[in-house]
């Protein structure tokens, strides 16, 4: 079992910054790719960007890219979103998840989820 648990997510003016972190308790926290997704009420869970085991393979949406970077410190056992330039369009629940896997693979299933972190971008 992984428990992940996110923070960072908050109000800010269009045009600011959060950094979003995924903290995970397990000492096997590097042995997971981690995800962050994104979810509008009403509007299905969309995946932002993925991140390999060893922080080398990252992805990140391409509408997002230019503004969002992915990262992990796994000593810290955090995987971190940086979001730059945010829009009012960006405003939703975020999620990391956690998936099993030898190799680089962000397609679902995501088999651990966090609680989620808002985040609320104002015009």
């Known amino acids: 079992q992984v428990q992940l648990v996110e923070s960072g997510g908050g109000l800010v003016q269009a045009g600011g910054s959060l950094r979003l972190s995924c903290a995970g308790a397990e000492r096997t926290f590097s042995n997971y790719v981690i995800a962050w997704y994104r979810q509008v009420p009403g509007k299905e869970r969309d995946l932002v960007a993925a991140?390999?085991?060893?922080?080398?393979?990252?992805y990140v949406l391409d509408s997002v890219k230019e503004r969002f970077t992915i990262s992990r410190d796994n000593a810290k056992n955090t995987v971190y979103l940086q979001m730059n330039s945010l829009k009012p369009e960006d405003t939703a629940g975020y999620y990391c998840a956690a998936k099993g896997t030898t190799a680089w693979d962000i397609t679902p299933p995501y088999h651990y989820w966090g609680q989620g972190t808002q985040v609320t971008v104002s015009s």
């Open positions: 991140i390999s085991r060893g922080g080398t393979i990252t």
